[in-house]
């Protein structure tokens, strides 16, 4: 007898969750996440990786760089991006090679030269460093102030090797089609 009331009070349960709404209540104050097709436009794997850049979030920035693939190929602004995640987390042959393939699809895109000579630096090529910043300079028609600020420590460290620069080296990165996010580096 108390297996069979166990059994019928088990089953009212189950019944009653069954016909509980949970997750399938459309209102805007309920508890539970919200069913069905998403509302909206999802924001640009690029423009994610750049604001998790930004706040120093470099791992999952490089995550949502390759899932950017998805979306827009191994495109210039692809591959750079995840060429400057990949020096942010020190992996510089990785990031040399990404970013020197951003640069034979676009010989003129400015922050591939840039971080390549970043890099370059990094790897105490300073000679090299110094020539890739002065392409990325003569390409930016002299117009960004941190090109000329790393192209000036490269060439101080060219001509002096022990220069002990006081100054933060400068990173810059391009944010979607036009707009440039300059990140110092750590």
Known sequence: MKIRASIIATM???????????????SRDSPFAPQGIARGKSVDGLTVGHRLMANGQYELALKSYTRSI???????????????????????????????RAIEEDETFVPAWNNLGVVMYERGVYSEAARIFKRAFALD?????????NLRLALAKVENPAYDEQEEKIQLVRRGTGDYLILATP
């Open 12 to 26: 009212c349960m189950y019944f009653l969750a069954a016909c509980n709404p949970g997750g399938q209540d459309t």
């Open 70 to 100: 998805g979306d827009q190929g191994m495109s210039v602004d692809v591959l750079s991006a995840l060429g400057s995640a990949n020096l942010r987390l020190g992996r510089l042959g990785q990031a040399e090679r990404l970013l020197r």
């Open 141 to 149: 028609s002299g117009n960004s102030n941190e090109i000329r600020d």
